[in-house]
């Protein structure tokens, strides 16, 4: 009984960590990024859930700036992958090498490892690239491990993946099927600054200020904190509410309201209900709560269902998109009782 209070207790100590330390790395991040709260905060979300985000925004938002200052401060090793038409599934995981053994005079392969075993990877433009190299990132997104030549490579953990995608560029894109968009825990949207926020951005990023970054966290604090996420329980009416918000944007299934109905051609699966609860479970955590409520599952809807929602040619037609019919959802489907 003693050990499970004991235990109960450093939970506790670990959930006011967290909610200390968001704050501080808010502040850290703020000396290089202007703005953008919403997304820092989603960010944080998907790596003490164990999950990847798809940054949806046009160029020059400082979201590679974001990510590399994100792994600067967490002290976790951070590389950048530049997705092009001929990019091979090698450059991302490595490549086996014939190497001389000077002692022996043998020849034995050796396996060079790819920029994919870091912590934090970066697919910048990952829309750039063929399905077969796109595959050889997911993979490693799924299962934390890279196979080359019949033998298996663990990922350091934690293994965190950042893709990128310009919404406006178009030509010469292989855009990311259904399925492979549903590994992704949240699509983030980057938007633009505000007035006030582009004329710091100006100021700062023109002067000859070097800003010096603190580490806040180790990779060792965050594998204990997304250990902790995942023990924060959960109520059967919050879990219940979750798994409603998502039967409700498949179109055949009877909880689809008839408003929304003509506007979806594809709903969200199974793994967005998971990722609702994680996503509520992180953030609960990061604002100091020891359970989650039925507003932190709304909170994280957009982010999770806004790439699960596949729109009718009706929806176009109408000039609707998936947040619109979330925003509808989230009026029509009632917040259970607890």
């Known amino acids: 009984m003693h050990e499970s209070v004991e235990m109960k207790n450093t939970d506790l100590e670990a959930v006011e960590f967290l909610k200390k330390a968001r704050q501080t790395l808010i502040q850290e991040i703020e000396k290089v990024i202007v703005g953008q709260h919403e997304v820092i905060d989603e960010l944080l979300m998907a790596l003490f859930s164990r ?7 046009v160029p020059g938002l400082a979201k590679t700036l974001l990510i590399s200052t994100l792994a600067r401060i967490l002290d976790l ?3 950048r992958i530049q997705f092009t038409p001929d990019l091979m599934p090698s450059d991302i995981i490595g490549t086996e090498i014939i190497q001389d053994d000077a002692s022996t005079g043998e020849r034995r392969l050796r396996f060079l490892k790819g920029p994919v075993f870091a912590n934090v990877v970066l697919a910048d433009e990952i829309n750039r690239t063929p399905p077969k190299t796109q595959a050889a990132l997911l993979q490693s997104m799924q299962e934390y ?3 080359v030549g019949g033998v298996t490579y663990d990922l350091e953990q934690p293994f965190f993946v950042l893709a990128t995608q310009n919404p406006i560029e178009l030509e010469g894109t292989y855009p990311l099927p259904e399925a492979q968009l549903d590994r992704f825990m949240f699509n983030i949207y980057v938007d633009y600054p ?13 002067s000859a200020l070097e800003p010096q970054l603190d580490i806040i966290m180790s990779g060792a604090d965050i594998l204990r904190l997304q250990e902790i996420i995942r023990k924060v329980p959960a109520a059967e009416h919050v879990v219940k509410y979750a798994v409603e918000l998502v039967r409700s944007t498949r179109p055949n299934d009877g909880t689809c309201p008839d408003s929304i109905k003509n506007w979806i ?3 969200a699966g199974p793994r967005a209900s998971q990722y609702l609860v994680l996503g509520a479970k992180a953030r609960a955590v990061m604002y100091g709560h020891y359970h989650i409520s039925c507003e932190d599952i709304r909170a994280v809807s957009k982010p999770v269902l806004r790439h699960r929602i596949l729109t009718s040619f009706n929806a176009e037609a109408d000039g609707i998109d998936s947040l619109h019919i979330i925003d509808e959802l989230l009026k029509i489907v009632k917040v259970p009782e607890p």
């Open 77 to 79: 090793e951070f590389n």
């Open 194 to 206: 505000k007035a006030e926020e582009e004329i710091e951005i100006v100021l700062s990023t023109t």
């Open 51 to 57: 999950g990847h985000c798809l940054l949806i925004g």
């Open 145 to 147: 491990k890279v196979s």
């Open 265 to 267: 051609s594809w709903g």
